[in-house]
């Protein structure tokens, strides 16, 4: 769909190109020291692991997240998965040279098994998105929702958490 010529103004796109590796590391960067400077995630210790153009990962110290039964708590994993889904939306509208703000609008978790690990949360759209459809409706409307879905592998296989979510991106008013 073509921008009108006000539309154009308010969405700030800053490079049309697809992501080069280095582009991916950049953004992954800013959007780690964007992380720390948010106290509940700092105090996390929250920070992305790596995106493969698919799947966000972000990972958290189980020392730092531990309940009382010595596994990891359970707000840490629930913020950790809503992390990494805002998180990928977040990362994939800068690689797009797209500036939004971006909420969670509602969000389910499911607690299947205790963790005694490190905390890694990976998150992806949920199955049926369409990220083309999400950017054209954010850039014709000024704003657009997606569903997202993330986890909490356990090493010895199987999920500790899962989550569904879904967020909202809107145009930033600078």
Same mark, same amino acid.
């Given at each position: ?9 308010q969405l700030r796109t800053t490079r049309p190109d697809a992501a080069t590796p280095t582009d991916v ?10 992380? /720390? ?54 990362? /994939?509208l800068r690689l797009a040279g797209v500036e939004a703000e971006v ?72």
């Open positions: 769909m073509a921008l009108t010529s006000a539309a154009s103004k590391d950049t953004e992954l960067a800013h959007l780690a020291a964007h992380c /720390r400077k948010m106290p509940p995630v700092a105090a996390l210790g929250a920070r992305p692991l790596g995106y493969d153009g698919n799947m966000l990962r972000f990972g958290a110290p189980l020392k730092a997240n531990v309940n009382d039964k010595g596994c990891a708590f359970g707000g840490s994993l629930s913020g950790l998965m809503t992390l990494a889904a805002w998180g990928w939306v977040t990362l /994939r909420y969670v609008a509602d969000s389910r978790v499911k607690y299947l098994a205790p963790l005694y690990e490190d905390l890694v949360a990976e998150a992806m759209p949920a199955e049926g998105e369409a990220w083309s459809l999400f950017v054209e409706t954010l850039q014709h409307h000024g704003k657009a929702r997606i569903a997202m879905q993330a986890r909490v592998p356990m090493a010895a296989g199987g999920e500790a958490t899962v989550f569904s979510g879904r967020f909202v991106a809107m145009r930033a008013m600078r």
